[in-house]
T-cell receptor, first 114, second 113 residues
Framework: GAGVSQSPSNKVTEKGKDVELRCDPI?????LYWYRQSLGQGLEFLIY????????KSGLPSDRFSAERTGGSVSTLTIQRTQQEDSAVYLC????????????FGNGTRLTVT | EDQVTQSPEALRLQEGESSSLNCSYT??????LFWYRQDPGKGPEFLFT???AGEEKEKERLKATLTKKESFLHITAPKPEDSATYLC??????????????FGKGTKLSVKP
């Protein structure tokens, strides 16, 4: 079946511009995660959605970052006034959210801020 | 503080040279431990879930084991196509941050022919 889909796969933007990154999770998955991965680094947690509960935003690095999940499905991560340090791969993952199911990841959006 | 530590950070093997990767954890209330494989330019790919000490899972040349403090990913007679970064993640049993999931920083495995 279809996996987690992220778009765009690559995004180059100028410093100061806003960007939106999209994630289409696997159908029926109630949990959705966003991570950031800088070159050669581990996964940095950003935000977590679980069903209709309030999202866990504890990993968002600044108020320039926000995310929403509409209708319990598609999610959009927005970065306002991008900075060069925002350059990274942004990964989305979804799971059944039952506490025991693994995450299934998309292939990420590579963001480059020039 | 809950922590997941992977070692070594990088490992170079010759084809056929078996070895093990380590994932040690200090968490309150383990619900499960996951192993993932990540190839360059791709998202992590799920390999195994382990739930309790003593459990083992196998897939081709890989075998994952779990104790109360750590997990090992054993690679038997590796091939160049096993080259990747291997990540472990721990699912904790409390309403903490990060969606109750804590990732290690990974071990980058290179297998030379």
């Amino acid at each position: 079946g279809a996996g987690v889909s992220q778009s765009p796969s690559n995004k180059v933007t100028e410093k100061g511009k806003d960007v939106e990154l999209r994630c289409d999770p696997i159908s029926g998955h109630t949990a959705l995660y966003w991570y950031r991965q800088s070159l050669g680094q581990g996964l940095e947690f950003l935000i977590y959605f679980q069903g209709n509960s309030a999202p866990d935003k504890s990993g968002l690095p600044s108020d320039r970052f926000s995310a929403e999940r509409t209708g319990g499905s598609v999610s959009t991560l927005t970065i306002q006034r991008t900075q060069q340090e925002d350059s990274a791969v942004y990964l989305c993952a979804s799971s059944l959210g039952d506490g025991n199911s693994p995450l299934h990841f998309g292939n990420g959006t590579r963001l480059t801020v020039t | 503080e809950d922590q997941v530590t992977q070692s070594p950070e990088a490992l170079r093997l010759q084809e056929g040279e078996s070895s093990s990767l380590n994932c040690s954890y200090t968490v309150s209330g383990l619900r499960g431990l996951f192993w993932y494989r990540q190839d360059p330019g791709k998202g992590p790919e799920f390999l195994f879930t382990l739930y309790s000490a003593g459990e083992e899972k196998e897939k081709e040349r890989l075998k994952a084991t779990l104790t109360k403090k750590e997990s090992f990913l054993h690679i038997t007679a590796p091939k160049p196509e096993d080259s990747a970064t291997y990540l472990c993640a721990v699912h904790v049993d409390y309403g903490g941050s990060q969606g109750n999931l804590i990732f290690g920083k990974g071990t980058k495995l290179s297998v030379k022919p």
